[in-house]
């Protein structure tokens, strides 16, 4: 039966169907009915393991591509006779490789272990009764048909229809994202109908906040709410990366650049000089490994795990290393309202008494605050009506408020502890109120009366304080308080209040009224039929107030050109009024609530998507449909959540962000990244993670592809004009490892850009070479290869010697030359826009070190005899190193003036990026 089905039924009709009792089932009834529905617990989908995991690095285009060229490196240093210098390419691209790979394991695996680390059982034990006997079981041995106990803090087991409900209140915020808990009552009658809503029903993973109860378990394990839940986020497929999408791209354009040359290489020398196909074959192989950035996995590896280890230093566990990119490119953020963008704490936020208004401010439970009136801060003593009313409110409470682990928390009802920590900023004591004024009787708080009363002895004297909805206090009361006085509570006064409750409630505030009574002698005893002739003191109006550092996130996001959306399904006018105070929602701004998504078509929804900042009484199928209505706008979207109702928008999202301390285990369980401290203003530390790693990334490519498009022109050309080769294989290598790998390594550690969350997120459609990155690839790569080659022709004509020596030495200066171009570029190019002689040429002392490292290991392999020998060098003399260096340095020179005229072309400051709000 569905839902729906259940809460319609009677009690008693319940029972019939589950052929159960309130004296619950006998052990033969649960045993079978185990076997036929199963455990009571969720099936989770197929973890990885730690060998898929280990597999799955392999699984990047431009790794199989190394590893085919490793493949074919390794077999033709096999068969050749003249010397194995194939066999060190094939051996040095499966060191990098292999590298990467196990690199990219562990930091997954390790997010992986402290997810598992995370995980916490949902409610380990129910109470039930079997057989007329209360007992406490496992919850996974929960069958339907069982009773369940229900009391004050329980977590609900399983989805139950209620049999007894005793001023019963659940939170449901998990699943709702409702902030306020919800009061709960077993079906009536009304004539022959049943009234027919949730009320009745109780669902896994709720809290029981307030009051006790029984029900008769209807739905276990993936057949609850919770598990219907769970099915829609495993149905839910995996997206490649902005960043695996586009290095998959690059990938495959490397692969076909490099076969393109091979063939054009082997071809035109195969048409000269047809009688050495395999040496021309050698040639071509050589020339493909010197053009694939071996190095570009190992990078993004690297980046990405340095970076994964800064945020879980800043409280956000990534659980996918290229996650953390992910969020550089995230266009919008979708967040849920309770426990994300608020504390999931109510707070009193203003008191209104006698037509004036006071506020109350404080972060969370903490009994530190200000209260203030016209934006003056006040005494307490100086206002004797704000005195009372604070007090009524302390005193007509059964919760309490207790500091645990340096957490101030509440034992008992929300509602209730927002008012006690009211007390508390405003000076007032509970404990210290309760010597003074001891309680002495009490008419409890049910969802018919909507009210709750206290009395109290104070100086001998019984004076009672009533708290509750405003229009069921208003109707026991016939005075009302002003300038400290009493006076009859007339209908003129009365609409007065009535419209203030509406204006309060507009804001999005939860309205209490509190009123008391002096207790004249001679009273009977307290009861229900005391409840009238009270004084009206005022009213409370409370919130689940906005996280302090959520506002200032919001407004980073918006400077970075980030839309916030926040998506809820507490009430509109809830959602409005905290959207406001964070900054997503002004003034003539659209909001839609569940009911309006409803009625559209996903066409209809993705017309309008943009304009919309906030979303109220939404369920989880609408908060996918949101999300998957934004990336259909071509938005990367982040989505933000806590609770199980935001499951299924986390794993349908680009880039999932769950709540680690709030969180569901489903939430987490569906996200990339979890937030260890429940901090929004922590995906902003994210986002600019995620954008500096692509400005290294971009970097590295423009870097290597640079160098190796130098590479590749000089040995291309070469082979054309019919030039002996300039540089040999071994020497190819050597660079490609040592002078293009250490710098190009110490790219991916590169700080962040100045201004970097100022400026606006990339387009999701944005080539990785974007910005004139191909433009800066062919020219330097083409000034690398004038200079080479006009020094390896220079070389060639002025050395003197056997032929064999006049090549080496002109290869030496070639290859010292081309070593010290990339160098020289990479000293330049790791600053983007300012000059780099600046402090920003030291920001990275990782790169100096890399470059001043490099340089002394290519000079080593020309002046060690054992060194020069295996790379066939030979000593140069001062000049001749020294026009080497002067000739490389040009590169140094034309980068720092690229810069100059890109700096001129853009000289006007771009004014920050905003996001879009409506």
Known sequence: MTDSQWHSLSVEETFNKLASSKDGLNETEVS??????????????????????????????????????????AFIGWQSTEGHEELYDAAVIMVIVMFNAVFGFVQEYKAEKAMAALKAMTAPQATIIRNGKSQVIPTRDLVPGDIVILSAGTKVPADCRLIEAINLQVN???????????????????????????????????IVERGRGMGIVIETGMSTELGKIAGMVQAEETEETPLQKRLGKLGKNIGAAILGICAVVFFVSYIKDPTHVVEEFLTAVSLAVAAVPEGLPAVVTISLALSMRKMVKKNALVRRLPSVETLGAVTVICSDKTGTLTEGKMNVREVFIDSNTFEIKGDGYKPEGTLTHDSQHISLEDHSQLDLMLRAGVLCNDSSIIKEDDLWVIHGDSTEGALIVAGKRAGLDKEQLEELEPRVGEVDFTSERKCMTTFHNRDNDII?????????????????????????????????????????????????????????????????????????????????????DAVQAVAKCKEAGIKVVMI??????????????????????????????????????????????????????????????????????????????????????????????????????????????????????????????????????????????????????????????PLIAIQILWINLITDGFPALSLGVEPAEEGIMKRPPRDPKESIFAGGITYHIVWVGSLMTIGTLGIFQWAHGVTTGTPEYVDNHARTMAFITIAFFQLWHVMAMHVEEKSVISKRFFVNPWLIGAVAFSAALQLSVVYLPPLAEVFRTTALNGFELGLCVLVSSSVFFAVELEKVIRRKMHKTPAKPAKAKTV
């Open 172 to 206: 449901e915020a998990s699943l709702t994202g409702e902030s306020v808990p919800t009061s709960k009552h077993i079906s009536t009658l009304s004539g022959n109908v049943i009234i027919n809503d949730r009320k009745n029903m109780v669902f896994t993973s709720t």
């Open 32 to 73: 079978g009915r185990l076997e036929k529905y199963g455990p009571n617990e969720l099936t989770e989908a197929k973890k990885r393991s730690p060998l898929r995991l280990f597999l799955q690095q392999f699984t990047d285009f431009l790794v199989i591509i190394l590893l085919i060229a490793a493949g074919i490196s």
């Open 568 to 725: 809820t399904g507490d009430h509109q006018l809830t959602a409005q009024a905290v959207a406001t105070e964070l900054g997503i929602f002004t003034e003539g701004g659209k909001s839609l609530r569940g009911l309006d998504l409803e009625a559209m078509s996903d066409a209809d929804l993705e017309n309008i998507v943009d304009d919309v900042n906030v979303y109220a009484r939404v369920s989880p199928e609408h908060k996918v449909r949101i999300v998957k209505a934004l990336k259909a706008k071509g938005h990367i979207v982040s989505m933000t959540g806590d609770g199980v109702n935001d499951a299924p928008a986390l794993k349908a999202a680009d880039i999932g962000v769950a709540m680690g301390i709030t969180g569901t285990d489903v939430a987490k369980e569906s996200s990339e990244m979890v937030l260890t401290d429940d901090n929004f203003a922590t995906i902003v530390e994210a986002i600019g993670e995620g954008r500096t790693i692509y400005d290294n990334v971009r970097k590295f490519v423009k870097y290597m592809l640079s160098t190796n498009s130098g590479e590749v022109l000089v040995i291309f050309l070469a082979s054309l004009i019919g030039m002996p080769l």
């Open 464 to 548: 009672a304080y009533m708290k509750g909805a405003p229009e069921y206090v208003f109707d026991k009361c016939d005075q009302i308080l002003k300038d400290g006085q009493p006076v009859p509570f007339t209908k003129e006064e009365y609409d007065r209040i009535v419209d203030q409750n509406h204006e309060m409630a507009s804001r999005g505030l939860r309205v209490l009224a509190i009123a008391y009574k002096d207790i004249p002698e001679g009273e009977p005893e307290a009861n229900e039929s005391m409840e009238h002739s009270f004084v009206l003191l005022g009213m409370i109006g409370m919130m689940d107030a906005p996280r302090s």
